[in-house]
């Protein structure tokens, strides 16, 4: 990931409440309040297959993310 990207869209996440991003290179990111955030799955999807999860602006682990209370 880069720190600007490049951006190719600039759509709203189908569920609401989330910026998704899809960055020149394929890398996918969604974001609410400009930090990265996702309740219903990870919030970077990258081009190579990876994924990471974060919570407001807060990256945890794909365990944590499973492990958290749902609100």
């Known amino acids: 990931m880069t ?15 989330y ?5 020149a290179r394929g890398d996918t990111l969604y974001f609410t309040a400009a930090r990265l955030h ?3 799955g990870p919030a970077v999807e990258a081009e190579d297959g990876s ?3 974060w919570v407001h602006g807060k990256q945890v682990t ?9 609100a």
């Open 38 to 40: 996702r309740l219903d």
């Open 51 to 53: 994924v990471q999860y």
């Open 19 to 23: 910026d998704k991003v899809i960055v």
């Open 3 to 17: 720190s600007q990207p490049e951006w190719r869209s600039g759509t709203r996440h189908p569920t609401g409440g």
């Open 62 to 70: 794909e365990q944590e993310y499973h492990d958290r209370p749902q």
